[in-house]
Structure formats: C-alpha cells, structure tokens
C-alpha cells in the first residue's frame, strides 16, 4: 500500500482510572497518538431493542505498524469507533489491521 492512501487522520484512545480526592475514582479517555489511516467500512447492522433502535457500522482500518490494544478506541472525525479485532499486518509488516466498531458501548 502506498503511503498516500493512508489519508483519514484518527486519534487513538486508552481508558485511565483517576482518583477523584474523595476515595473514588474516575474513568477518562486519553489521547494514545494521532496518526494517518485508511478505514474502509465492512458492514452495517439494525436491531430494535427495548423499544429503540439501534445501528452499527464495522469499518477495517489500516495503520502504520505500531502497539494497538483491544481495549483502546478511535477517534475519527466526530465519530468514536471501538477496537474489536487486532488482524495481522501486512507481509511486510509495514502495516496492522484491525476492525473497529462504531455504534456499540465498550
């Protein structure tokens, strides 16, 4: 794959647990690294419940070779997307794929 292709900008997120100062604690989302990306979508699926309608969108998204986890997400744009599966890289391992999700709570 050419480097140009890699053309969508995305942010990648982990989940921190902070203490609050009053003997809790607090979840937040922090910045991981911003880098360049191809997303492509996969698929796309409504279902009805409790009343309310619901949809999801699977896109596979090519990055640059580097450390993802699972439990990470993806800031595209306006739209958060949830790491699903860590694929492998390409041959060459210049690149990793994986799916995210956008659409469905951690």
Known sequence: MKTGRLRERITLQELSTVDDGGGGSVETWNDVVKIWAN???LSGSEQITADKEASTTLYRIRIRSRELKSSWRVVWGSKILNVREILEG???QKYLLFNAEL???T
């Open 90 to 92: 390409d041959s060459s």
């Open 103 to 105: 659409g469905v709570a």
């Open 39 to 41: 997303i492509k979508p």
